[in-house]
């Protein structure tokens, strides 16, 4: 997987890894699906996602993911690109 975050690519576990140490400050997150593009072999999604903390913190992620497969239909690639907005400031 392939971030825009200065690091670069990692694996699936240490995304997933990643992912674990924060969940437990989230208190509700919902996705709004802006627009999914697709063709052969691949799928491109730009999407928000807003979040709350348990601190009360709010804000949302604008992002797009994009997916490549393989003729068998195995994901292949994924790229991220995503960009944090705490609420009440432009992005």
Request: hydrophobic share 35%.
């Amino acid at each position: 997987m392939w971030h825009n975050d200065g690091k670069g690519e990692q694996s699936i576990e240490e995304n997933v890894a990643g992912m674990e140490g924060r969940i437990e400050s989230i208190q509700s997150m919902r996705y709004e699906i802006l627009r999914q593009l697709s063709q052969h072999g691949e799928v491109l999604q730009q999407h928000l996602v807003h979040v709350a903390t348990e601190n009360g913190m709010r804000g949302e992620v604008h992002a797009a993911v994009f997916f490549g497969f393989n003729d068998a239909g195995a994901i292949t690639r994924i790229e991220e690109y995503a960009n944090f907005i705490p609420v009440g400031q432009d992005g």
